[in-house]
Nanobody, 123 residues
Framework: QVQLRESGGGLVQAGSSLRLSCSSS????????MAWFRQPPGEKARWFVA??????DYADSVKGRFTISRDNGKETLYLQMNNLKPEDTAVYYC??????????????????WGQGTQVTVSS
């Protein structure tokens, strides 16, 4: 059974940085496309960054501020978030796909999700 566990969220001021981690077990991590989704208060969860076999992909709202990376040896996905803004406030979820070669942007491509970690950015 695939399990994902996020950590690293918290309450920070605008302009600060945070690094989220997502540890994976139960699946060959190197063979899985991974992504981060986030759910702002009162809204649906949305994709914003993915790491597939062929590329990393970022939504325009985070491009240049956020960096996704993965350590296949540690089976862990990371998200470095710099210059955080109040609009980044959300519950952040990591997601795992059973495939490595996917588009990466669609929730339907992922079959396992973490429990989420709260990120709150104050102005």
């Amino acid at each position: 059974q695939v399990q994902l566990r996020e950590s690293g969220g918290g309450l920070v001021q605008a302009g600060s940085s945070l690094r989220l981690s997502c540890s994976s077990s139960g699946r060959t991590f190197s063979g899985s496309a991974m992504a981060w989704f986030r759910q702002p208060p009162g809204e649906k969860a949305r994709w914003f960054v993915a790491a597939t076999a062929e590329f990393t992909d970022y939504a325009d709202s985070v491009k240049g501020r956020f960096t996704i990376s993965r350590d296949n040896g540690k089976e862990t996905l990371y998200l470095q978030m710099n210059n955080l803004k109040p609009e980044d406030t959300a519950v952040y979820y990591c997601a795992s796909s059973p495939y490595l070669y996917v588009n990466g942007r669609h929730a339907a491509e992922y079959d396992c999700w973490g429990q989420g970690t709260q990120v709150t950015v104050s102005s």
